[in-house]
T-cell receptor, first 113, second 115 residues
Framework: GQSLEQPSEVTAVEGAIVQINCTYQ??????LSWYQQHDGGAPTFLSY????GLEETGRFSSFLSRSDSYGYLLLQELQMKDSASYFC??????????????FGKGTKLSVIP | DTEVTQTPKHLVMGMTNKKSLKCEQH?????MYWYKQKAKKPPELMFV???????INESVPSRFSPECPNSSLLNLHLHALQPEDSALYLC??????????????FGPGTRLTVT
C-alpha cells in the first residue's frame, strides 16, 4: 500500500527554525513535493526533491533521502504569515504513466510571537 | 499569468439538482486536475486530464462527470449528489502530467454544500 506520515501539529516561535518531517511508503516513487495552504486558501507549491539532498528556496529548504524514504521541510526565520498547513506529497508512478501526487495528512504550523 | 480561476466560489445544491463547476487557466499547461478536499484533510485526487484526454479517474462515482472542452478549460458536472459530497473542490494545472506534475498550480476552489 501507500502511506505518508507527518506530524499533525507543530508550534514554533517567530524568528525560530522549524523542521517538518515526512516519511513515506509507496511504489514507483519519483519525488517529494511540499505545499503550503493557509486556512481558506488554495495549496501553493513550495518545493520539490526528485533526487537526494537539499533544495533551498529563500527561507525554505527541503531535503530528501530516498534510501530512508524520508524528507523534511525546513522553515527559517519564521514569520507570523508562515502559520498554515504544510503538506508533503509523493509523486509516484504506481500506475504506469500516472505520475500523480498523493498528499500527506498535513502539518498545521502555528507561529507564536 | 500564473492564475487558475474557478467559478463559482460557493455553491449550494439539492440532491436532485444538476450543476457544473468551471476551471480556467491561461498558462499553456497541458495537464489539469480535480481534487476534493474535506475540512482539515488533504486534497484527494479525483481526475486528471492530460492533453485534453482523461488520464486518471480515481474510481469517482458517476454522479461526478468531468469534461475538458479545450486546453484551457476544465468542467466538473454534478448530478444527484449526496450530502457527504459537500467539500471544497479544487482545480489545479501543471505544465504536463509526466514531466511536471510535482508542481501544480491550484485555483481557489469551489465550496460545495449539498442539502
Amino acid at each position: 500500500g501507500q502511506s505518508l506520515e507527518q506530524p499533525s501539529e507543530v508550534t514554533a516561535v517567530e524568528g525560530a527554525i522549524v523542521q517538518i518531517n515526512c516519511t513515506y511508503q509507496t511504489s514507483g516513487f519519483y519525488g517529494l513535493s511540499w505545499y503550503q495552504q493557509h486556512d481558506g486558501g488554495a495549496p501553493t507549491f513550495l518545493s520539490y526533491n526528485g533526487l537526494d539532498g537539499l533544495e533551498e528556496t529563500g527561507r525554505f529548504s527541503s531535503f530528501l533521502s530516498r534510501s530512508d524514504s524520508y524528507g523534511y521541510l525546513l522553515l527559517q526565520e519564521l514569520q507570523m504569515k508562515d502559520s498554515a498547513s504544510y503538506f508533503c506529497a509523493v509523486r509516484d508512478d504506481r500506475r504506469a504513466g500516472s505520475y500523480q501526487l498523493t498528499f500527506g495528512k498535513g502539518t498545521k504550523l502555528s507561529v507564536i510571537p | 499569468d500564473t492564475e487558475v480561476t474557478q467559478t463559482p466560489k460557493h455553491l449550494v445544491m439539492g440532491m436532485t439538482n444538476k450543476k457544473s463547476l468551471k476551471c480556467e487557466q491561461h498558462m499553456g499547461h497541458r495537464a489539469m486536475y480535480w481534487y476534493k478536499q474535506k475540512a482539515k484533510k488533504p486534497p484527494e485526487l479525483m481526475f486528471v486530464y492530460s492533453y485534453e484526454k482523461l488520464s486518471i479517474n480515481e474510481s469517482v462515482p458517476s454522479r461526478f462527470s468531468p469534461e475538458c472542452p479545450n486546453s484551457s478549460l476544465l468542467n466538473l458536472h454534478l448530478h444527484a449528489l449526496q450530502p457527504e459530497d459537500s467539500a471544497l473542490y479544487l482545480c489545479a494545472s501543471s505544465q504536463t502530467q509526466r514531466g511536471t506534475s510535482y508542481e501544480q498550480y491550484f485555483g481557489p476552489g469551489t465550496r460545495l454544500t449539498v442539502t
